[in-house]
């Protein structure tokens, strides 16, 4: 049997160079302000992936995307076994942009405290007088930067997103970002609309593109799990406060709580993590999590 080793290592993710193909591997670590916890989550590398793979073939009519198949049995016989069954997904290779395509629905988080003080968000001007968590008139594209491990993303605005990309790609770096973010407003419009059906809000979230061998942009990574996405419960929802999550914002504010916690969560903080993560699964794709 061939063995495989990762080409690349994420802060949650492992890929797997397949020869024509990768194959992604979401594990169980949890990582929040850029750093890697020494807690594993349960199951929660294979919620992330059966939830991707949820998104990718209800949006496959917006925007292509980089999945083949989820099933290990489609994978070379190294991967199929329990450790990779479910949290494993085969993609077509592609460059990826160097871009993380950030979109927001509802004004929270850093933007909010950055609206507080200066009326803005990632240098865009907003309506005079709204409300932490309010739902903005339009939905807004902020981008950032992507940093390696240990390093924090930069938002830059639109123009310096077609700069990075005119350095790398010499008269397309302003059709490129064009496409990212028309993609990202269409994904987040369609996806947001379904989730509030479904009694959840999707108050921001991240994509990332890569191109195939034509050129032609195809979205890629993860998509809107609870590790790149706020989501909140619709029932109970209302502007004017922060809002109870179902994504990493329960582990942040424990970690901003308790300074002193070497990277390290109690088990109470690890169950109703993975239970909210259960809990947004069911509630979107109509059924429970095995």
Known sequence: MKEFTPVKEGKVREVYDNGDSLIIVATDRISAFDVILKNQITKKGAILTQMSKFWFDYTK?????????????????????????????????????P??????????????????????????TLPEGLKESQQLPEPIYTPSTKAEIGLHDENISFEQSVEVLEKLYPGKG???????????????????????????????????FGLDENGNI??????????SSRFWPLEGYEAGK???????????????????NDNL????????????????????TGKDFE
Not at 105 to 112: E, F, L, N
């Open 242 to 260: 922060g809002q109870p999550s179902f994504d990493k914002q329960f582990v942040r504010d424990w970690l901003k709580a308790n300074p002193d």
């Open 61 to 97: 009519d917006v925007v292509p995307n980089h999945m083949m198949s989820t099933d290990v049995k489609d994978m070379p016989e190294f991967f199929q076994n329990e450790r990779f069954d479910g949290n494993s997904m085969m993609c077509r290779k592609l460059e990826m942009l």
């Open 265 to 284: 969560l109690p088990e109470e903080v690890v169950t109703k993590t993975v239970d909210k993560y259960k809990e947004a699964f069911a509630l979107l």
């Open 99 to 124: 871009i993380e395509c950030i979109v927001r629905g509802y004004i929270t988080g850093s933007g909010w405290a950055s609206y507080r003080e200066t009326g803005k968000v990632c240098g865009i």
């Open 218 to 227: 195809v979205l890629g990574d993860e998509m809107l799990t609870p590790d």
């Open 174 to 208: 302003r059709a490129y970002a064009e496409k990212i973010k028309d993609a990202t407003i269409a994904l987040y419009k369609k996806c947001a609309e379904y989730a509030l059906s479904k009694g959840i809000i999707i108050a921001d979230t991240k994509f990332e």
